[in-house]
């Protein structure tokens, strides 16, 4: 099993939808938790990191459930320009850090 | 600040070449990095380094050295190629390790092997 998983996609939804996307960890030693934003054939970015109380970045929202071990983004109102792939991002500490990255999901934002 | 950037973009390598690829950063931050990045997986760690001349193996180290001779700079060299190190390679910089710390990326560098 993955020690990040989530969905590859694609996920394709028209502009002003709402789309979330969630990522599971296996490890419960996982700290700290973020979401990165890759474009075509570019670097991965950092969009936001998630709080355990969850925060909202504009259009974007973060969630974290410890207990479960998921991490999701919800985006409201697409934009067309919201097209790329989604990292989820986890800081694990067993002795010293380590830094887990998803595979990434896909999303196509559609006029 | 030009952040993190690498060199070169793109390189094309025959089976036995070698090659360095080239990281460097202006944020003086301590922590770097190199990654892998495989069509349907996450980003790999390849090596990476917690200061000046400093290096430790990552997740999938072998096949590549590397050196961080000066803070600024990370160099990732292959000493003969194979063409299971076709990838996009791309380094990182951190203030410090662990915790919130973004992780800022360079552009990539694409290698094909044949």
């Known amino acids: 099993r993955k020690e990040v998983e989530q969905d590859p996609g694609p996920f394709n939804v028209p502009e002003g939808a709402t789309v979330a996307f969630n990522c599971t960890y296996s490890?419960?030693?996982?700290?700290?938790f973020f979401w990165y934003r890759q474009d075509c054939r570019k670097e991965p970015k950092l969009l936001m990191s998630?709080?355990?109380s969850g925060n909202e970045d504009g259009r974007f929202t973060a969630q974290l459930n410890r207990a479960s071990q998921y991490i999701s983004l919800l985006i409201r109102d697409s934009k067309l320009s919201d097209s790329a792939t989604y990292l989820c991002v986890v800081n694990l500490n067993t002795g010293g850090f380590k830094t887990i990255f998803g595979a990434g999901t896909r999303l196509f934002v559609k006029a | 600040n030009a952040g993190v950037t690498q060199t070169p973009k793109f390189r094309v390598l025959k089976t036995g070449q070698s090659m360095t690829l080239l990281c460097a950063q202006d944020?003086?931050?301590?922590?770097m990095y190199w990654y892998r990045q495989d069509p349907g997986m996450g980003l790999r760690l390849i090596h990476y380094?917690?200061?000046?001349?400093?290096?430790a193996k990552g997740e999938v180290p072998d096949g590549y050295n590397v050196s961080r001779l000066k803070k600024q700079n990370f160099l990732l060299g292959l000493e003969s190629a194979a063409p299971s190190q076709t990838s996009v390679y791309f380094c990182?910089?951190?203030?410090?390790?662990?915790?919130?710390?973004?992780?800022?990326f360079g552009p990539g560098t694409r290698l094909t092997v044949l």
């Open positions: 944020m003086n931050h301590e922590y």
């Open positions: 380094s917690v200061g000046e001349g400093t290096t």
């Open positions: 998630v709080y355990s």
């Open positions: 490890n419960s030693a996982s700290q700290s």
């Open positions: 990182a910089s951190t203030r410090r390790t662990g915790g919130n710390n973004e992780q800022f």
